[in-house]
Nanobody
Framework: QVQLVESGGGLVQAGGSLRLSCTASKGTFTNYGLAWFRQAPRKEREFVAALRWSGGRTYYAESVKGRFTVSRDNAKNTVYLQMNSLKPEDTAVYYC?????????????????WGQGTQVTVSS
């Protein structure tokens, strides 16, 4: 059993940066792929970024490529999402997820454990 706790959300102006963190308060990330999803008001949850355990390959949604970076610190059992050049359309609740990532890393059902979410609001 893994429990995930996100932090680092907040209010930022367009063009600014935030770094989200997701820590395993119970369990570890060992052998799990890790991902970030987000859900904006009145929209479905969507894939943002992912990081495979084996090899560390990363994946990004087209809308965040070149602006967001996903990384992990195994010693701290923490995954990060560095978000730069933020836009108002990045406003959403951001969720981290962990799992064996069966199939495409962009699909929710590939992840077993989810955090409670952290709000990111980007003002124009």
């Amino acid at each position: 059993q893994v429990q995930l706790v996100e932090s680092g959300g907040g209010l930022v102006q367009a063009g600014g940066s935030l770094r989200l963190s997701c820590t395993a308060s119970k369990g570890t990330f060992t052998n799990y792929g890790l991902a970030w999803f987000r859900q904006a008001p009145r929209k479905e949850r969507e894939f943002v970024a992912a990081l495979r355990w084996s090899g560390g390959r990363t994946y990004y949604a087209e809308s965040v490529k070149g602006r967001f970076t996903v990384s992990r610190d195994n010693a701290k059992n923490t995954v990060y999402l560095q978000m730069n050049s933020l836009k108002p359309e990045d406003t959403a609740v951001y969720y981290c997820a962990a799992g064996y990532m069966s199939g495409s890393p962009t699909i929710e059902r590939g992840y077993t454990y989810w955090g409670q979410g952290t709000q990111v609001t980007v003002s124009s």
